[in-house]
């Protein structure tokens, strides 16, 4: 499976971006999907992920600003971000998984080169 982020960019504190992962090379209905981020000097963290059968699930410190979803018509899984805010400054990352878990960076077999996101203040 390969995967390919894009979507980021520079933006305002409060700014809204939408980050799609459009998948290739497995099928696509057949993977759990997950959103990470790395900032820099600190570990790739877990941002939110989405099932096959339509679950999700997200950290906290997004709840409420962040929506993942998926079309499996097109193989694309979205991270809508709204109501940004500085510490979002990340490289974003997808990932797949063929399995039911979802949080660890070590769940997942799969993952796309990432795209910067930057938030001004």
């Known amino acids: 499976v390969q995967l390919q982020a894009s979507g980021g960019g520079l933006v305002q504190a409060g700014d809204s971006l939408r980050l799609p992962c459009a998948a290739s090379?497995?099928?696509?209905?057949?993977?759990?999907m997950g959103w990470f981020r790395q900032a820099p000097g600190k570990e790739r963290e877990f941002v939110a992920a989405v099932s096959w059968n339509d679950n999700r699930y997200s950290t906290e410190s997004v709840k409420g600003r962040f929506t993942i979803s998926r079309d499996d018509a097109k193989s694309t899984v979205y991270l809508q971000m709204n109501s940004l805010k500085p510490e979002d400054t990340a490289i974003y990352y997808c990932?797949?998984?063929?399995?039911?878990?979802?949080?660890?960076?070590?769940?997942?077999?799969?993952w796309g080169q990432g795209t910067q996101v930057t938030v001004s203040s």
């Open positions: 090379g497995g099928r696509f209905s057949d993977y759990l």
């Open positions: 990932a797949a998984t063929p399995r039911k878990y979802y949080r660890k960076v070590l769940d997942y077999d799969y």
